[in-house]
């Protein structure tokens, strides 16, 4: 296991506090009625920059942490608050210069191209997938509004009945198609997942056509008794995220218990694996850390040429065999809640505890820190950042750095500085490496901030 074997070989810098270079508050939190929006995720943009998606809106931020963009503008955002059950922020995907995502939408958007044909009915109220040109800060892409030379997820483009039934809740890109996963709003909803191909034109600089012969259907689940669509009309009763693993394998991970492998070409499931309790099991399986009003989306699949793929899979941190899905190996996952590569080896963390696997499932070191997990941390190398929760700090956000060093035969976990955030954050908060800086979204603030 050499540290040299991981790919980008630069640590994040090192320093004493954090300083704000710039940052922007979070209008769209919901205020103290319907609570905050969930903590959006951050992204690095190829220009240097900073993305941030809370749910609501994407929010573009320059180098220095200055803002750029706001999609959609303030004039044409949500309205009000949405229901409970939709303060949802899903990750974003950027490829070719378009930030993709799905987006809470109560209102019209105008994308850049204007086309008189759109159906100006369909006014949203789902989650949809948009994509922002990341240049101009425009709509480039909108689910209710496909164009004339393509049109979005089957059930979106054409009637506002059909635009209500599904939620987009994942989205990836990588350079010949987006791949969406999508919830139905059906009385047994399914989870879908779907590829678009890009396409353009005279007429619209941007359009998806459908890449796949059909959509991939991974699994059903009843709904509680009592409960029908039309009393969740917004909600999205599952959060997934979608990976690829750098061998031809589309990977979608779901809070349900349930991960799978497709052929991101055909979309023909390859595998999928679940827990002990799933969904066509007495219901769904959702750790008890998922179990979280804002319905934040999981972990991605963690899988890399000759290893495992390691997910959090219903009650366990597993390694599963990358061409047929069977178990390798698991632990407990206990309070774990995030999992990512950080150099040649798995790292999971949450609650106080932050522990490193081996690709053959062998613990390298497991940390019980005096700090609580907060949010997603960001992996650069053989270094990891995670935000936590100090008591001793003043407003309680703290960076606590881990590295793994070598030691012998295989690498070790090894605790680093714990660094203050700046007081004008607060947990819980999500972290991204961009360049030699670092950014941090809270559910009120995003800001990119510089070690001293």
């Given at each position: 296991l050499?540290?040299?074997?991981?790919?980008?070989?630069?640590?994040?810098?090192a320093?004493?506090r954090l300083?704000?270079?710039?940052?922007?508050?979070?209008?769209e939190?919901?205020?103290?009625?319907a609570?905050?929006?969930a903590?959006g995720?951050?992204l690095?943009?190829p220009?240097g920059?900073?993305?941030v998606a809370?749910?609501?809106a994407v929010h573009?931020l320059?180098?220095?942490?200055?803002?750029r963009f706001?999609?959609p503008l303030?004039a044409?955002a949500?309205?009000?608050?949405p229901p409970?059950g939709a303060r949802?922020?899903a990750r974003?995907?950027?490829?070719?210069?378009?930030?993709?995502?799905?987006?809470?939408i109560?209102?019209w958007?105008?994308?850049?191209r204007d086309?008189?044909r759109?159906?100006?009915?369909l006014?949203?109220r789902?989650?949809?997938l948009v994509?922002?040109?990341?240049a101009?800060?425009?709509v480039a892409?909108?689910?209710g509004?496909?164009g004339?030379?393509?049109?979005?997820?089957?059930?979106?483009?054409?009637?506002?009945?059909?635009a209500e039934g599904?939620?987009v809740?994942?989205?990836?890109?990588d350079?010949?198609?987006v791949?969406?996963?999508?919830?139905?709003?059906e009385?047994?909803p399914?989870l879908l997942?779907?590829?678009?191909?890009r396409?353009a034109?005279?007429a619209q600089a941007l359009a998806?056509?459908?890449?796949?012969?059909?959509?991939a259907?991974?699994?059903?689940?009843e709904?509680?008794?009592?409960?029908?669509a039309?009393?969740?009309?917004?909600?999205?009763?599952?959060?997934?995220?979608l990976a690829?693993?750098g061998?031809?394998?589309l990977l979608?991970?779901?809070?349900?218990?349930v991960?799978a492998?497709?052929?991101?070409l055909t979309?023909?499931?390859?595998?999928v694996?679940?827990?002990?309790?799933?969904?066509?099991?007495?219901g769904?399986a959702?750790?008890?850390?998922?179990?979280?009003?804002d319905?934040?989306?999981?972990?991605?699949?963690?899988?890399?040429?000759?290893g495992?793929v390691?997910a959090?899979?219903?009650e366990?941190l597993?390694?599963?065999?990358p061409?047929?899905?069977?178990a390798?190996?698991?632990?407990?996952?206990a309070?774990?809640a995030w999992?990512?590569?950080?150099?040649?080896?798995?790292?999971?963390?949450?609650?106080r505890?932050?522990a490193?696997?081996?690709?053959?499932?062998v613990?390298?070191g497991?940390i019980?820190a005096?700090e609580v997990?907060?949010g997603?941390?960001?992996?650069?190398?053989?270094?990891l950042?995670?935000?936590?929760r100090s008591?001793?700090?003043?407003?309680?956000?703290?960076?606590s750095?881990?590295?793994l060093?070598?030691?012998?035969?295989a690498?070790?976990?090894?605790r680093?500085?714990?660094?203050?955030?700046?007081?004008?954050?607060a947990?819980?908060?999500n972290?991204?490496?961009?360049g030699?800086?670092?950014?941090v979204?809270?559910?009120?603030?995003?800001?990119?901030?510089?070690?001293?």
């Open positions: 050499a540290l040299d074997a991981a790919p980008g070989a630069e640590r994040p810098p320093g004493e300083v704000e270079l710039g940052g922007v508050d979070l209008p939190s919901a205020g103290e009625e609570g905050p929006f903590v995720h951050a690095a943009t220009d920059g900073l993305a809370t749910g609501a573009g320059d180098h220095a942490g200055r803002p706001r999609v303030p044409t949500v309205g009000t608050a409970t949802f922020a974003m995907s950027c490829r070719d210069g378009v930030l993709w995502t799905p987006l809470w109560e209102r958007l105008t994308p850049a086309d008189a759109r159906d100006r009915a006014a949203g789902f989650l949809a994509g922002v040109d990341l101009g800060g425009r892409w909108w689910d509004d496909p004339p030379l393509g049109r979005g997820p089957e059930g979106f483009a054409l009637a506002r009945p059909l599904r939620h809740v994942a989205a990836l890109a350079g010949a198609r791949y969406v996963a999508l919830m139905t709003k009385q047994e399914r997942v779907d590829a678009w191909a396409d034109g005279a998806l056509r459908p890449a796949w012969a059909a959509a259907s991974l699994f059903t689940r709904r509680p008794d009592g409960a029908d039309a009393s969740e009309p917004v909600a999205a009763e599952v959060a997934a995220a690829l693993d061998e031809g394998r979608v991970t779901t809070d349900a218990g991960v492998a497709l052929d991101p979309g023909d499931p390859l595998w694996a679940q827990a002990a309790a799933g969904p066509r099991e007495g769904f959702r750790r008890a850390a998922a179990r979280r009003v319905r934040a989306p999981p972990p991605p699949a963690v899988g890399w040429p000759g495992p390691a959090l899979l219903g366990q597993v390694g599963l065999d061409a047929t899905g069977a390798l190996w698991s632990h407990p996952a309070d774990l999992v990512t590569r950080v150099g040649p080896a798995v790292v999971a963390y949450g609650g505890t932050i490193a696997f081996g690709p053959d499932g613990e390298l497991r019980a005096h997990v907060v997603e941390g960001a992996a650069q190398g053989a270094t950042l995670v935000p936590a008591t001793r700090a003043a407003r309680g956000l703290v960076v750095r881990l590295e060093s070598p030691e012998g035969t690498p070790a976990l090894r680093g500085p714990v660094v203050p955030a700046p007081g004008s954050l947990p819980p908060a972290l991204a490496i961009v030699r800086r670092l950014a979204v809270t559910p009120a603030r995003a800001a990119l901030l510089a070690w001293e």
